[in-house]
């Protein structure tokens, strides 16, 4: 019933920048949460940022003040900028996003995206 697409990832060199976007779409009452995950091989599913509706933000240690977390409100859309990349940031980046569905918000919705490569040779 929510829908979650994602784009932006790709291959970069260490040290460089990516900007991955998701834009929630359909029975969309509210959203009260949008965060990206990622999963690197062999390891488990693990938060890298979140960002409420009221723009409070939280990160994971190891992309603390190289990652920078956004929202667009009106457009359900997130953004994470990455930069100084580096080859451990290697992973499928999922977007999460948890809300409550229409019409009148009594339901709740957790949705992810279907993920993104982001790959960061040496």
């Known amino acids: 019933q929510v829908q979650l697409v994602e784009s932006g990832g790709g291959l970069v060199q260490a040290g460089g920048s990516l900007r991955l976007s998701c834009a929630a779409s359909g029975n969309i009452f509210s959203i009260n949460t949008m965060g990206w995950y990622r999963q690197a091989p062999g390891k488990q599913r693990e938060l890298v940022a979140v960002?409420?509706?009221?723009?409070?933000?939280n990160y994971a240690d190891p992309v603390k003040g190289r990652f920078a977390i956004s929202g667009d409100n009106a457009k359900n859309t997130v953004y994470l900028q990455m930069n100084s990349l580096k080859p451990e940031d290697t992973a499928v980046y999922y977007c999460?996003?948890?809300?409550?569905?229409?019409?009148?918000?009594?339901?709740?919705?957790?949705?992810w995206g279907q993920g993104t490569q982001v790959t960061v040779s040496s």
């Open positions: 960002i409420s509706s009221r723009g409070s933000t």
């Open positions: 999460n996003a948890e809300g409550t569905l229409l019409p009148y918000g009594a339901f709740k919705f957790v949705s």
